[in-house]
């Protein structure tokens, strides 16, 4: 499984952020996707998770701000982000699993909130 992640960048606080995540190879059976992040020395953190069938959990950090979707037609999902906070600036994964033993990630797609 190979995973693509598109969208980081530079915003200003209060701004707004779509990142997306392309899978491709052999994605039969990833059941859970999922954005994941690290910021400067600290470690990494689940930031919001959705399963095959859409069901959601996130981060208490970032309920009500951001919003993570997937298109399984595409094999792609997204995370919408907004009301971005300084504290959220950090360097953004995707995930893909198929159970806790195979797990894939993306490349990391920096994001940077300006105060």
């Known amino acids: 499984v190979q995973l693509q992640a598109f969208g980081g960048g530079l915003v200003q606080a209060g701004g707004s952020m779509r990142l997306s995540c392309a899978a491709s190879?052999?994605?039969?059976?990833?059941?859970?996707m999922g954005w994941y992040r690290q910021a400067p020395g600290k470690q990494r953190e689940l930031v919001a998770r959705?399963?095959?069938?859409?069901?959601?959990n996130y981060v208490d950090s970032v309920k009500g701000r951001f919003t993570i979707s997937r298109d399984n037609a595409k094999n792609t999902m997204y995370l919408q982000m907004n009301i971005l906070k300084p504290e959220d600036t950090a360097v953004y994964y995707c995930?893909?699993?198929?159970?806790?033993?195979?797990?894939?990630w993306g490349q990391g797609t920096l994001v940077t909130v300006s105060s």
């Open positions: 995930l893909a699993e198929r159970d806790p033993y195979n797990r894939y």
């Open positions: 190879g052999s994605i039969g059976s990833i059941t859970v």
């Open positions: 959705i399963t095959i069938d859409g069901f959601t």
